[in-house]
């Protein structure tokens, strides 16, 4: 007798390979709430209770962890010992398995879930079950996914039975599944612990990531790269693999990555109403304003010419006034927490320009940035601006104004996501000019300040941030020479004394805020 065991929580296009399974003659084991499923559909079954000889036990959680289920998976069909066992404990051959899991994922996806309530959606037997057939692959076909049961259809209805190199793929596909499925628990346990004792779970012996592909990228950073984009399922609800794309091709590698950079600078300035144009994951603009249209001007006014074919990011709704500007624009990506809807059909005229809505109440930072390297893994925490500005130390005999304070420290927020070594120079709303990505800090300097200088602003109240130590007086040279009045820098250089002595020459203010935000 050929038998199968059908046991899942999804019961999409379930009937369709249990019918062929029927018709074919193999007998049907199932449990629960699958088997009265199948039964509604005329699917006749027997039950997991009559294939072990007991009943379901301690509310359901143990069920077909059992010798007559595991023997009849994993025994080898060319060995005659593992026949004989068989044979002689009455345990009959399992030739098909069709089981996916608990929906533990889905479950923790609920903020309001608590730790009793995902506990209980840990599948014990489920992935047993998979684990057992997908090791015997040889001779054990073995199904988690709805999407695969056509393929077996097909193979059942013209062969018989199904290919080795299918239920190759299938096992393969199993121990992925199974991985992913145990990542997301030590994940949010893990988490769980480190809520509990406030430790950081980097401190792990074992590090577990999981990821679902979202689909296959067209390339990646270039053309010859082969590219593909994996979502978190445990990633916080601002992640741009989670933005719903209302217009325009998928997003490529590259948008991905400048998205990403964008939202991080979004999440700098969640009180203020903030506009952001990014390109090559720097900024090239990034203002605040008392309207969103206003936020965008200034955005824009920053960098004209950098934005063309960048990324740009806003945390209020898009309106059908800053649509029709946009409108007119060169831009790959456009993101908001949402559309009016006239603003949609006027941006939707563009059929390639991407429009992404994505939801931006709850801006927390807790995920940890991975990054990889060859042969592993780096894992950091997220560089939050955690100092107040009430601690920064004011290295300098000059103090700075009210509104050089409040210009420094929206320039501080815009640094520490420029690549470094870094310098932007702003005013107390919008950035004037960013050096970044140079191998010194008077080379930042003079690409910042040149383009402030070039773009045309009334520099005034123009101030200037530095990612990390200013470590030459070159720097307060350079910045004395174009109308630099305030600074703002960790400090911490051996020739400090040198740099306040050169910014007190000067009469330029300076702030040392005794943290770095060094950004490769």
């Not at 695969?148 to 299938?170: F, M, N, P, W």
């Not at 006034?321 to 908001?336: E, G, T, Y």
């Not at 005999?397 to 050089?404: A, G, H, L, N, R």
Request: net charge negative.
């Amino acid at each position: 007798m050929t038998r199968a065991l059908i046991s899942v929580s999804d019961k999409t296009n379930l009937i369709a390979i249990a019918q062929v399974l029927q018709e074919m003659g193999i007998e049907i084991i199932s449990t629960g709430g699958t088997q009265a499923y199948l039964s509604k559909n005329g699917i006749t079954t027997i039950s997991i209770e009559e294939v072990t000889g007991f009943p379901e036990l301690l509310d359901g959680r143990v069920k077909t962890l059992h010798p007559k289920v595991h023997g009849g998976l994993l025994a080898l069909r060319d060995n005659r010992n593992h026949m004989q066992a068989l044979e002689e404990h009455q345990i009959e051959k399992i030739d098909y398995i069709i089981v996916n899991l608990y929906p533990f994922k889905e479950t923790i996806q609920d903020p309001n879930v608590n730790l009793f309530e995902a506990i209980e959606k840990i599948d014990i037997g489920g992935p047993s079950m998979l684990r057992s057939a997908a090791k015997n692959y040889e001779s054990v076909t073995v199904i988690s996914d709805p999407e695969d049961y056509e393929q077996v259809i097909s193979e059942l209805k013209e062969h018989g039975a199904t290919c080795l190199s299918t239920r190759k793929l299938l096992a393969q596909k199993v121990f992925a599944h199974t991985a992913s499925y145990d990542a997301a628990i030590a994940s949010y346990l893990s988490k769980q612990l480190s809520e509990e004792q406030t430790k950081d779970s980097i401190d792990s012996d074992t590090l577990t990531l999981t990821g679902e592909r979202l689909h296959e990228l067209r390339y990646g950073e270039n053309s010859h790269q082969t590219a593909t984009v994996y979502a978190n399922p445990q990633a916080p609800s601002y992640s741009i693999t989670k933005a719903e794309k209302l217009n325009g091709k998928n997003l490529s590698f590259n948008n991905y990555r400048d998205a990403d950079a964008a939202i991080k600078i979004l999440r700098e300035f969640s009180d203020q109403i903030c506009a952001v144009a990014v390109k090559h994951l720097n900024p090239c603009g990034v203002a605040i304003g008392n309207t969103i249209e206003e936020s965008f001007t200034r955005c824009y006014e920053s960098d004209p010419v950098s934005i063309f074919g960048g990324i740009v990011a806003f945390n209020q709704p898009i309106t059908e006034k800053l649509a029709n500007r946009l409108h007119q624009m060169f831009l790959d990506v456009i993101i908001a927490p949402d559309f009016e809807e006239e603003a949609l059909e006027i941006l939707k005229q563009k059929p390639n320009v991407r429009l992404l809505r994505l939801k931006m109440d709850d801006l927390t930072m807790e995920e940890k940035e991975v990054i990889s390297v060859s042969g592993g893994i780096l894992v950091q925490d997220q560089d939050l601006i955690e100092e107040e500005p009430s601690e920064w130390v004011l290295m300098t005999e000059k103090d700075v104004t009210s509104i050089q304070r409040e210009a420094l420290q929206f320039a501080w927020k815009v640094a520490k996501h420029v690549k470094s070594n870094a310098i932007v120079v702003t005013n107390e709303y919008q950035t004037f000019g960013i050096g970044a990505g140079q191998t010194n800090r008077v080379g930042a300097a003079k690409i910042a300040i040149e383009q402030a200088e070039q773009s045309g602003f009334d520099l005034t109240n123009m101030v200037l941030a530095s990612d990390a130590f200013i470590p030459m007086i070159d720097t307060i040279e350079y910045a004395h020479q174009h109308q630099v009045k305030a600074i703002i820098q960790p400090g911490g250089s051996i020739n400090d004394q040198e740099v306040i002595d050169k910014a007190n020459e000067y009469n330029i203010s300076m702030l040392a805020t005794n943290v770095r935000h060094f950004r490769h």
